[in-house]
Structures are given as structure tokens and as C-alpha cells.
């Protein structure tokens, strides 16, 4: 259990570097917007592109572990959404955020960089792919749960069109598309342009990770919303249960890919559900609470969970081979 707190402490470490920094400079949160770009646009982008570049293509085709990682992923949301709804009384765009919110894990800026410690390189591609495919799912049901509960105003086809947009335009997924293709046609960057894309990629965990801190701390928890009583257990205990459920039945897969996928899914909730209960102007402030308490909890539940990966507690699908160090 040591050796697993050392593998993660340096991760949360930087959140809480992140959060006393922001706690002590109270800069306003609109200050970090450079950081968050270069994250965005360049580091985390770079990241997967180096990692994807050097894969070899027939492992970027798993069929099966891309639909039963975004089936599982959303059975969560539809169960979740159902229990907002009885919960909410009917509020469609409520319920949609505390899908979201149950369902959508912090798989871009924590998920990187903690499963490729935990699990090195061979992390690479599952990473990948569970972002590029949950998003794809996440990008398209949001717009579209929104229209029905009639959060929408514009006609269905300027939905499906934004939507297309945003998928096809996601500096991720464009650096994932472009990775497939380099290793596809087997290219190799020139020397120059390989390093700086490798200094970049080594750039993206630690600003990630601190970028999220500050924001949690500029973003406090001024009030408990009831609705945390199922969504922080079915974000840290239910969504990595069913995954794990998932692709024991669906495999046997690579350990080493399902220990990937079972972590990201224990990841607390991604701070994109604050940004679209901000666009949306719907269940805004607790949405953060959300993001708040499965991140602060997440300290606890993670290493757990590591733990019981690594010491053969978790059944054998999961029996992944002992951290390093």
C-alpha cells in the first residue's frame, strides 16, 4: 500500500501544490486561461500524439474493448439519469448534469499521467481511446438531452452540426486522429520536432494537474446538494464495479488495458461538467460541488483501488503486475 501511495502522492501532490497556491495568491480564475490553453491546445495534445505515433496500428482497432468501456461508461449515465429524474421531478436538464456529472470522469487531465505511472507505456493506447470514444459519447449527449428538455432553442440540425464540429475540432482528438495516421503510414518527426513534441508531452501532467487545483480552490463548496448522496458513490464505486464487470464478461483482455479502463473510471468527475452546466446556465454551482467532493475523495478511493489491483484482491482480470519502485 506504501508503494502505491508513493506512485500517486506526486499526482494529488500538485493538486494540493495547485490548490494552496491559489488559496494563498487569490488570483482571479480567469487568470489561469493561458495555462488551461496550453494544456489544451498543446501539451495534452502532444502527449497523446507522441504516445499514439509509436503504437503499432493493429492494437488501435479493439472493437471490443472500445464498446464495452463506452457501453459501461454509458450504463452509468442512463442509470444515473434515471434516479435524477424521479429525484429532480422531471427536470430534464438537471438530470442531464447529474448524468454527466456520475459518469464523466476526469479522463483528460488526470487520467494521462496517473495511468501511464501506475502502468507505464502499455497504458498508452487505452488511455487514448477511452478519451476519444467517452467523449465522442459525452459531446454528443449533452447538446442532445438539452434539446429535449427543451435547454436548446436552435433546431435539431444546428445541434447535430455543432456537435460534428465539436468532435471533428477537439485539439485531442485531432492529436489522436494524427497519431493513428503517422503510425499507420509509419512516419517519423524530424529530430527538432520530435523533441519539442516530447518536451510538451512531459509538460502536460504537472500543468494539468496544478491548473486543476487552483480551480477547485477559486471554486468553493458553499452548499451540499442532496443529489451528492449517489453521485459521488456511483463516480468513485459504482462506474469502476461495472467496468471491471464489463470487461470480465466481454474478455479477457489485456491486464493491463482493463486495469486502465477500471482506473480511468474511478476518476472523480471531469471539470468539463461545470462547463457545460455553465453554458446551459443548469445546476451551475453544484455541478462544482460534484467536481469538489469526488476530487477530495478520490485521494482516498484511487489508492484503493490501486491496491487492490496489485495485490491480487480484485479478481484475475485485474491481476496487473506490481507497481514499479
Known amino acids: ?18 490548490a494552496v497556491l491559489g488559496r494563498l495568491k487569490r488570483l482571479p480564475l480567469n487568470e489561469l486561461g493561458w495555462l488551461n490553453t496550453f494544456v489544451v491546445y498543446l501539451a495534452l495534445p502532444a502527449l497523446f500524439f507522441s504516445l499514439l505515433a509509436k503504437t503499432p496500428v493493429e492494437t488501435l482497432t479493439r472493437w471490443d474493448f ?20 424521479v429525484a429532480t421531478r422531471g427536470r430534464g436538464d438537471e438530470a442531464t448534469v447529474q448524468a454527466l456529472a456520475a459518469g464523466y470522469g476526469n479522463i483528460g487531465y488526470m487520467g494521462p499521467g496517473l ?59 485531432v492529436a489522436t486522429a494524427l497519431g493513428v495516421a503517422t503510425a499507420f503510414l509509419g512516419l517519423v518527426p524530424p529530430g527538432p520536432l520530435s523533441r519539442m513534441i516530447d518536451t510538451l508531452a512531459g509538460a502536460a501532467a504537472p500543468c494539468a494537474l496544478f491548473a486543476m487545483g487552483v480551480t477547485l480552490v477559486l471554486r468553493p463548496l458553499t452548499r451540499v446538494p442532496a443529489a451528492l448522496g ?45 462547463v457545460i452546466a455553465q453554458q446551459y446556465d443548469v445546476w451551475t454551482e453544484r455541478a462544482s460541488a460534484s467536481i469538489l467532493a469526488t476530487t477530495v475523495l478520490s485521494v482516498l478511493t484511487v489508492p ?4 487492490a489491483m496489485t495485490a491480487g484482491i480484485l479478481p484475475g482480470a485485474l491481476a496487473v503486475p506490481a507497481l514499479p519502485g
Not at 464487470?245 to 493491463?256: E, H, Q, T
Not at 484503493?304 to 491496491?307: N, T
Open 1 to 18: 500500500m506504501l508503494n502505491v501511495i508513493g506512485l500517486i502522492l506526486p499526482l494529488f501532490g500538485l493538486i494540493a501544490l495547485g
Open 66 to 85: 472500445i464498446l464495452t468501456n463506452v457501453g459501461m461508461t454509458f450504463v452509468v449515465l442512463a442509470l444515473t439519469f434515471g434516479v435524477a429524474m
Open 115 to 173: 495511468a501511464l505511472l501506475v502502468f507505464g507505456p502499455d497504458a498508452a493506447v487505452p488511455v487514448a481511446l477511452i478519451f476519444c470514444f467517452e467523449n465522442v459519447m459525452h459531446f454528443t449527449l449533452a447538446p442532445a438531452l438539452m434539446a429535449l428538455a427543451g435547454k436548446q432553442a436552435r433546431p435539431p440540425w444546428r445541434v447535430a452540426r455543432d456537435v460534428v464540429i465539436q468532435i471533428v475540432t477537439h485539439p485531442f482528438i
Open 230 to 274: 449517489y453521485i459521488v458513490p456511483v463516480k468513485l464505486v459504482v462506474h469502476p464495479a461495472l467496468m471491471l464487470a464489463g470487461l470480465s464478461l466481454v474478455g479477457p483482455f489485456d491486464p493491463v488495458w482493463t486495469a486502465t479502463a477500471v482506473l480511468m473510471a474511478s476518476l472523480p468527475t471531469a471539470t468539463n461538467v461545470f
Open 304 to 307: 484503493v483501488l490501486l491496491y
